[in-house]
Every structure is written in structure tokens, then in C-alpha cells.
């Protein structure tokens, strides 16, 4: 009888603890050094159990086909080299890594609009995004990473190109053996064509939510609503989990009006409306059993040196978001996802 109970006691203790069984990560941002201890140092104390490491390649316009990776003229962190020392670093340190290669097309234009004007400029490019893909699925492997994205934002690529990702995907299942996923821009992952073939619906979750200049915890919470049903509604069709491939909000005024927003501009810096923001993100998704968790964006290796009470940028630290997300990433240390 008593064994009876402790069974039954460890099934509600399982049944209870999957719902936090969930991917806490931090988007450790690439720099030109060498990770250090001191700088996995807040990445624990913040309880994150995941990093997203990202190594880049180069495009120098929409149209063009030439992808640059891997060079010695790109910063340490953002080729092989660095992003290998990354992973091992975090691994001693007992957190796992979703590595996860990067476009930046010059002047910062927006990867999803990439489209080449011929059949041959394609072929080139894809030869090249094969190339680049391939060597960091390797790298994966061989680090035993435990998830690899295949892409991020390329929504006309992914459009105009649809053969080339599936034979893509199948590419890195022969050379790496992790978990696979792609980072969907938030307006593009309900037509996203390759879902059922990887093991996440990535989304990069910049969703709009208010027109609110400080808007509220209500305001927040139900203008995730309609948002949230379509995914849940994917994620159940599909029999996949959704990841956030990146989550964050900036601390600013009109926080959730486009969170998508990476320019300078000089809205009022407005620390409260991200750290509420963030609150509301994790109450609405981290307790869903469709909802594998994701990666605040963005984390800076020098700590001390970024975010702080004049920062309006899409860091949480040195905020109270930073908070937020402790108390949140602390209710599970160690995820089994």
C-alpha cells in the first residue's frame, strides 16, 4: 500500500513539474573575445538553464548571392573558432546551447526580404546558405549541442525556395543528431511549410499587442489572446511544440506597439512597461504543455558594461525585466526537454 502511494506521489510530482520542464535561455550575443568564466557568471545567476549561441554570416544587399562566414575579419564570438569555445564553456557550466546561424545583410535590411532576380542567382545562394548551415551543424554535433536552427527570418527564401529547405533539413539530420528547429519571424510562422519535419515550431515572438504608450498587465495579457490561440492551434495540428526562438520586449514607452523595432529612436526609456511585458509573456506561455519555452534576446557578455536605468534597448539587464526573468528561469534549473 505504502508503495502504491509513493507511486502515485511520484506521478503528480512528474505530471506537476513538466509544466516548468521548459527551455530558459538567454541569446548570448557574440562578441570579439574569448567567453570567460566571468561571463557565464550572470547567466547563471539569472537561472538559465539554455543559451542561444549564434555565429554570422555576411550578405552585402537583398539580391545578392554571396554569403561571408567563418572569416578572420569577423569578430571571434561570430565564427567557428569562437562560437565552439562558447559551447564549451557553457557546457562545463552546465548549460545547454541551441546554436543557431545568423544572416546580417549590410545597412541592417530585413533578412525576410531577401530574393534573388535569377535562377542562378538563387543556386548560388543556396549553395553558399548550404554551405554555411552545414558547417555549423557539424559543429553542433560535435559539441553535442542539444538544438540546432537551420535559419532565421528568411521568409521569401522560404517562400520562393521550398525544395531547397526540405532537402536542407534532411542534410543536417544525416550530420547532426540533436533536436532541429527554424526561427520564424512572428508574421510568418503560420505559412511556414516544414513544421511536421522538425521537432519545434520556431517563432521569433515580436507579436504587436497594444497601442499603449505604458500599457497594463490586462492590456498586455489580452492582446496575446488571438496570438496565442493560433499557435496553440498550429502546435496541436502539427504535434510540435512552439519554441520562442527569441522573446523581448524594449524598455521603453509603446513597448508592445512593434517589438520588432530595432532602430535608435529615443522614446522614453520606460523600464516598468518591460519588465511588465516580460511578466505577462511568461504567465500566458511557460505553464502551456504545448510551449517548450525560448530565449530572451538579447544577453551581453559584459554584464556590468550594458543595460542599466537609461538603456531603451531590448536588454533585461541591470533592469527589473533582469529580476523577472530570475524568478521565473528559478522555478526550474534544469530543463529535460
Known amino acids: 500500500m505504502k508503495q502504491l502511494i509513493f507511486l502515485g506521489a511520484l506521478v503528480f510530482v512528474s505530471c506537476a513539474s513538466s509544466k516548468f520542464d521548459k527551455v ?3 541569446s548570448f550575443v557574440s562578441s570579439g573575445e574569448e567567453v570567460a568564466q566571468h561571463h557565464i557568471d550572470p547567466v547563471l545567476e539569472v537561472q538559465a538553464n539554455y543559451a542561444a549561441i549564434m555565429p554570422f554570416g555576411f550578405i552585402q544587399d537583398v539580391d545578392s548571392p554571396e554569403l561571408i562566414f567563418n572569416t578572420d575579419r569577423q569578430w571571434y564570438g561570430e565564427r567557428r573558432e569562437g562560437a565552439r569555445q562558447y559551447i564549451e564553456k557553457l557546457h562545463q557550466n552546465g548549460i545547454k546551447v541551441m ?3 545568423q544572416i546580417w545583410i549590410w545597412d541592417g535590411k530585413f533578412t525576410g526580404n531577401m530574393k534573388m532576380p535569377s535562377e542562378e542567382e538563387w543556386e548560388k545562394l543556396e549553395a553558399s546558405y548550404e554551405d554555411f548551415i ?10 553535442q549541442s542539444d538544438i540546432f536552427c537551420i535559419g532565421t527570418e528568411l521568409k521569401t527564401f522560404v517562400d520562393e525556395r521550398p525544395e531547397f529547405w526540405n532537402d536542407l533539413i534532411q542534410k543536417v539530420r544525416t550530420v547532426y543528431n540533436g533536436k532541429v528547429t527554424y526561427a520564424a519571424n512572428w508574421d510568418e510562422y503560420e505559412k511556414t511549410p516544414f513544421w511536421a519535419d ?3 515550431i520556431g517563432v521569433n515572438a515580436y ?3 497594444c497601442e499603449k504608450q505604458n500599457p497594463t498587465v490586462e492590456t498586455l495579457t489580452k492582446g496575446w489572446q488571438p496570438w496565442k490561440s493560433k499557435m496553440r492551434e498550429l502546435a496541436e495540428r502539427v504535434d510540435r511544440p512552439v519554441l520562442f526562438t527569441e522573446f523581448g520586449y524594449r524598455s521603453m514607452d509603446f513597448t508592445g506597439k512593434k517589438p520588432w523595432l530595432v532602430d535608435r529612436n529615443q522614446e522614453r526609456v ?10 505577462v509573456l511568461f504567465d500566458e506561455f511557460w505553464n502551456e504543455d504545448w510551449f517548450a519555452g525560448g ?12 543595460g542599466g ?3 531603451n534597448r531590448f536588454t533585461p539587464q541591470n533592469k527589473p525585466a533582469e529580476s523577472v526573468i530570475r524568478r521565473q528561469y528559478a522555478q526550474v534549473k534544469k530543463s529535460s526537454i
Open 24 to 26: 530558459n535561455g538567454v
Open 99 to 101: 546554436v543557431k546561424p
Open 134 to 143: 552545414l558547417l555549423y551543424a557539424e559543429m553542433a554535433e560535435e559539441t
Open 198 to 200: 522538425l521537432d519545434y
Open 207 to 209: 507579436f504587436p499587442l
Open 270 to 279: 520606460n523600464l516598468e512597461a518591460q519588465a511588465r511585458a516580460t511578466q
Open 295 to 306: 530565449f530572451v534576446w538579447k544577453w551581453f557578455m559584459q554584464h556590468d558594461q550594458v
Open 309 to 311: 536605468r537609461g538603456d
